[in-house]
């Protein structure tokens, strides 16, 4: 057995985060995707069973919609730093709005999450010839403490709008 490049183990429970669990397969943290796909808790399988009204309803002061946005925004962010160097300032109270979204919007926004995901995996992807350094894997382990939160967050606001 070889052993998992640091980049890679982190970039597993990332995906577990945003993809879900491996169909069958045993989790690090989620519960897990039955064989059949079923029962998938993960960010985008999670986002993709609300209606945009769903997700702009307004529980303990804040939306789905809200933190789906913040989300997409850190991961955004993520890329930046890593690879473009932007150290900002970043409108971090800003990245919650607007916290309501239309049918269209809420499409848009889960392609965002989707797309900034994937933005973080291939940037990480490309890391893993280089030397192994703090900035490389602190912000993949922000980005699975981050996600997964938010995840936690955003589950929790799900019951409060009667979706669970």
């Known amino acids: 057995m070889t052993e ?3 980049i890679d183990g982190l970039l597993d429970i990332l995906k577990e985060a945003v ?7 045993g989790t690090a943290f989620l519960d897990g ?15 993709a069973g609300l209606s945009a ?13 809200a933190h789906t946005r913040h989300v997409a925004f850190h991961l955004e962010v993520i890329v930046r730093w890593e690879r ?5 300032p970043f409108d ?4 919650f ?3 309501q979204v239309d049918e269209i919007q809420w499409q848009a926004l889960q392609e965002r999450v989707q797309a900034a995901y994937e ?13 192994v350094t703090g900035d490389v894997t602190g912000g993949l382990g922000g980005a699975v403490a981050h996600v997964a939160y938010h995840l936690g967050a955003i589950r929790q606001l799900v019951k409060g709008v009667g979706m669970a």
């Open 84 to 88: 473009d160097g932007d150290r900002g």
């Open 53 to 65: 009204a769903q997700a702009s309803q307004e529980v303990l002061g804040t939306t789905v919609a």
């Open 92 to 95: 971090w109270k800003g990245s």
């Open 97 to 99: 709005h607007p916290a």
């Open 4 to 6: 998992q490049h640091a």
């Open 119 to 131: 933005g973080v995996c291939a940037l990480a992807g490309s890391q893993k010839d280089e030397p």
């Open 33 to 47: 995707t039955a064989a059949d796909g079923s029962g998938n808790h993960g960010l985008m399988a999670t986002l």
């Open 19 to 25: 993809e879900g669990g491996t169909p069958g397969q």
